[in-house]
């Protein structure tokens, strides 16, 4: 009897764990949805595309000023996250298959931590380093300094010892975000069609685009509304203003909420089992829609399908290799990729570095650079992505069309650019700018207050009848007024200084603003009728390696050295460094306009003219091969997708391919 009690207690104590077990099963069965899932991937992209494409681009000139930086150190940091993506893209999509949201969630928390570790310096080497002249009436004023030559280096080793430490800190975190970023374009874009209906996934697609495309647009006014706050979120030192040259806002904000976004979806995403109910009811419905479209062959089947997941790495490589061999002996794909990369190197550059040159140009500041930029180039961007496609559906073009249509629009590219040359006067700089008239100041106060002013370590200009002084005591001020922010007694007369730089009076602003609209929708003009050519002039069964090998060659060969490249030209056209008592090189405080916008253009145009020159001989070598192929004269209505002595039976299927093709990929361009 003891026995028959213990045995039927034990039964049910079972029973209980069996219910139990089912209902956790069915409460994760609803809460893990695909919807649920769809709906952290957009948040996933939202974090991303703010962080990278938004927050990074509009701080890097505050991070210059903060941390004492050249353009072409600082460069560093967008670079780092291009090269990131691509060492782990492919290692990401192989590796990370069996378990696709649970390395979007190591994804997300991998991006999270990488802002942490950018957004830290602040916390850790961030200083109010502004000398408070206008608070102490003293060392920006025509005195004597009382500093000492011990004290002067002791404040010079700490300072570069901070900064030092700071950019270790921002690689890392660049680094980070790369990595992390990597699963968003790679294991959730192919989760989410694993999970959804192939007739219905597009219209997901569709608003995971939107969101990508939108996001960077918030990034960028987010951006330029923290940088609008005091670095510390509290009251800045008195008669220290937005405009001023030395105002570092609060660049760091926008790293932590995407941090803490990034950390809560990415936590729930682990949460995620491997496969979903609805993923093997897709498999079926695709398979029955392939079915459909092949007009009655033989689908494979699911053995067939379970073999090659169980593929070994070494088994794929074999298999890798000859499509790798197959697409990189394709002249018109090569040609055509080259091509694309200088356009790559174009909108990194400029996506790193248009806010700094709007605010240097027109003496505007960082937040407001940030709206302007943001405001301009987002929707010019999308504008031509959205035109791009509507030309390649209505028109129907095939391969051959787009890329005559990818040649002439490079030529249009090139006249645009030269939009770029519009610029406005280069400040008249006491003692730099040759163009700078001092005689208002009499050279014995001048050379009087001169000994005991700062050198390049300081920068808090004042403006004299249109001339600019690097600080008040070397236009030989002696007064402050802290009410109206003026400097009296300046020039050894009767003078008033006001605080900043001049101002040049451009008048430049709203024509640079269109020109700098048309250059970017005629730039992304380009994008969806090159994804047409990138996968029309490769064999079908090439079309995934061709699209990997293009992602690397984007972001190793353009989007790494574009920044670093026009950062370089940047740096070469200022006349006034910023230097520390070491005699260290910082931050550029002013620019020779003319020289940076020269240099800027000498760039663009270069890369442009090489890329489509390289269109264009892709472009007839593809007509050429196609015309030597083909049984009937050449004709832009043939099919051009594959070469082929046989007109392709079934047009629609083709066309199909293409477009699933095309909205599987354009989520990682957008990106770019």
């Known amino acids: ?84 993506v691509a060492v782990t893209v492919l290692v990401v999509a192989h590796f990370g298959s069996s378990h696709k949201p649970r390395t979007l969630g190591i994804g997300m928390i991998l991006l999270s931590t990488g802002a942490l570790f950018f957004a830290l310096p602040h916390f850790i080497y961030g200083r109010d380093n502004i000398v408070e002249a206008k608070n102490s009436d003293k060392m920006y004023l ?86 609008g706050f005091y670095k510390s979120l509290g009251e800045p030192p008195e008669g220290l203003t937005v405009d ?34 609805e993923c093997e009811d897709v498999k079926r419905k695709k398979l029955e829609l392939n079915i459909q479209i092949a007009n009655g062959e033989e689908a494979p089947t ?56 709007v605010e240097s140009q027109f003496g505007v500041s960082s937040s407001i650079a940030a709206y302007i930029t943001g405001g301009v180039t987002v929707p010019g961007a999308a504008g031509g992505i959205i035109v791009s496609g509507i030309i390649v559906k209505y028109r129907k073009l095939n391969g051959l069309q787009c890329a005559k249509w990818q040649a002439f629009i490079g030529l249009v590219c090139i006249l645009s650019q030269l939009g770029l040359l519009i610029h ?31 050198e390049n370590d300081v920068y808090e200009p004042v403006c004299i009848d249109g001339i600019t002084y690097t600080t008040p005591c070397t236009a030989a001020c002696t007064s402050y007024n802290a009410t109206s922010s003026d400097f009296y007694d300046c020039c050894g007369a009767d003078t008033i200084a006001t605080a900043g730089s001049c101002d040049t009076q451009c008048k ?19 994008n969806v009728i090159f994804l047409t050519v990138n996968l029309r002039c490769v064999k079908d069964s ?28 940047i740096d070469k056209a200022c006349i006034l460094w910023n230097e520390n008592e070491c005699g260290e090189k910082g931050a550029c405080q002013e620019y020779n306009n003319s020289e940076l916008m020269t240099g800027a253009v000498t760039m663009a145009m270069i890369a442009k003219i090489v890329g489509t020159i390289l269109y264009f001989i892709g472009w007839r070598l593809w007509a050429h091969r196609e015309a030597q192929n083909s049984s ?35 989520l990682s361009n957008i990106s770019l």
Not at 321 to 331: A, D, H, R
């Open 1 to 84: 009897q003891h026995y028959y009690i213990t045995n039927n207690l034990r039964n049910m104590a079972s029973l209980a764990v069996s219910t139990s077990d089912d209902e956790m099963k069915e409460k994760k069965r609803r809460i893990f949805t695909p919807h649920f899932y769809f709906f952290l991937w957009c948040g996933c992209i939202a974090a991303q595309s703010m962080l990278v494409s938004g927050f990074l681009n509009v701080v890097l000139t505050t991070i210059q000023v903060e941390f004492q930086m050249s353009s072409a150190k600082a460069a560093l940091f967008p670079s780092n996250y291009d090269i990131a």
């Open 142 to 227: 025509c005195e004597t300094s009382d500093s000492t030559n011990s004290e002067i280096k002791s404040d010079c080793l700490d300072e570069t010892m901070g900064n030092s430490g700071a950019y270790t800190l921002l690689t890392i975190g660049s680094i980070l975000i790369g990595l992390g970023a990597s699963p968003v374009y790679t294991a959730g874009t192919t989760f989410c069609d694993e999970i959804f209906s192939p007739l219905k996934v597009s219209v997901y697609f569709g608003i995971s685009y939107g969101i990508g495309a939108v996001a960077p647009a918030v990034g960028y006014i987010l951006g330029g509304l923290f940088l």
């Open 244 to 277: 001023n040259a030395n105002w570092v806002g609060a660049w760091w904000l926008g790293f932590l909420i995407c941090a803490l976004i990034g950390y809560i979806f990415g936590f729930l995403l682990l949460l995620f089992p491997a496969q979903l109910p």
């Open 302 to 357: 699911n053995e067939a399908a379970t073999v090659a997941e169980d593929h070994t790495f070494l088994a794929l490589l074999k298999d890798m290799l000859p499509l790798l061999k197959g697409v990189l002996m394709n002249p018109v794909f090569v040609l055509i990729v080259l091509g694309s990369i200088t356009d790559s190197l174009i909108i990194s550059a400029f996506a790193a570095w248009l806010p700094k040159m």
């Open 424 to 454: 406005c006067p280069t400040l008249n700089i006491d003692g730099i700018n040759p163009q700078a008239d001092t005689s208002k100041c009499s050279a014995a106060s001048a050379t009087t207050c001169k000994v005991a002013c700062p």
């Open 508 to 526: 430049w602003l709203i024509p640079y603003i269109i020109c700098l609209f048309l250059i970017m929708f005629f730039t992304f003009l380009n």
């Open 542 to 569: 090439e079309r995934v390696m061709a699209i990997s090998l293009q992602s690397v060659a984007f972001r190793v060969f353009g989007a790494f050295p574009g920044p670093i490249i026009l950062g370089a030209f």
């Open 632 to 666: 009937i004269p050449y004709s832009d209505d043939v099919k051009c997708g594959v070469v082929t002595n046989a007109v392709t039976a079934d047009n629609e299927s083709d066309d199909l391919e293409l477009k699933e093709d095309l909205s599987k990929v354009e």
